[in-house]
T-cell receptor
Framework: ETGVTQSPTHLIKTRGQQVTLRCSSQSGHNTVSWYQQALGQGPQFIFQYYREEENGRGNFPPRFSGLQFPNYSSELNVNALELDDSALYLC?????????????FGPGTRLTVL | QKEVEQDPGPLSVPEGAIVSLNCTYSNSAFQYFMWYRQYSRKGPELLMYTYSSGNKEDGRFTAQVDKSSKYISLFIRDSQPSDSATYLCGSYGQNFVFGPGTRLSVLP
């Protein structure tokens, strides 16, 4: 069974640029959630995708957007990068949505915005 | 008030000690409670989850939930240096909400 994978591992961008982060969900999982984890903080929920539709969103501006593909992999896009966007971006997958299911995290992508 | 609060530590204990990690939460809608362990520069790893009030044991780890006081605890018995990590408590109502994590160091 393959776990959650994310790419790239690290990324350095400058303010105002755009970035795309990628996630492959664990085998058999159709739900992907994205989190932002600033240094010394817990993960903050960005949004969730279930069967290619956004299914819940946290308190993040519209410049944070996402996609889920038919194979349940997912992308997180961030436009007009700001310095405060520097963080570890975590993807987590679960078997389904709508009720509690164990959620498994990937290793994360560390984004640095200069 | 944040939905899940947790003492960030750091907490240092000698090897073999019993460790107690605690969280409080504010949202009565939360029904599931979980603990994740996160090693430096890695993604969080699910340790265990519980539903509603009560205790759940898994090896050296015991999770405890008291819904009447909105209190979540994780106990680690016979702590090992390999337990050194950040421990995140989380709750689930409609989405997952996490505390800031407690950084634990177990000294040999």
């Amino acid at each position: 069974e393959t776990g959650v994978t994310q790419s790239p591992t690290h990324l350095i961008k400058t303010r105002g640029q755009q970035v795309t982060l990628r996630c492959s969900s664990q085998s058999g999982h159709n739900t992907v959630s994205w989190y932002q984890q600033a240094l010394g903080q817990g993960p903050q929920f960005i949004f969730q995708y279930y069967r290619e539709e956004e299914n819940g969103r946290g308190n993040f501006p519209p410049r944070f957007s996402g996609l889920q593909f038919p194979n349940y992999s997912s992308e997180l896009n961030v436009n007009a990068l700001e310095l405060d966007d520097s963080a570890l971006y975590l993807c987590a997958s679960s078997a389904t949505s709508g009720s509690y299911n164990e959620q498994f995290f990937g290793p994360g992508t560390r984004l640095t915005v200069l | 008030q944040k939905e899940v609060e947790q003492d960030p530590g750091p907490l240092s204990v000698p090897e073999g000690a019993i460790v107690s990690l605690n969280c409080t939460y504010s949202n009565s809608a939360f029904q599931y409670f979980m603990w994740y362990r996160q090693y430096s520069r890695k993604g969080p790893e699910l340790l265990m989850y519980t539903y509603s009030s009560g205790n759940k044991e898994d090896g050296r780890f015991t999770a405890q939930v008291d819904k009447s006081s909105k209190y979540i605890s994780l106990f680690i018995r016979d702590s090992q240096p390999s337990d050194s990590a950040t421990y995140l408590c989380g709750s689930y109502g409609q989405n997952f909400v996490f505390g800031p994590g407690t950084r634990l160091s177990v000294l040999p």
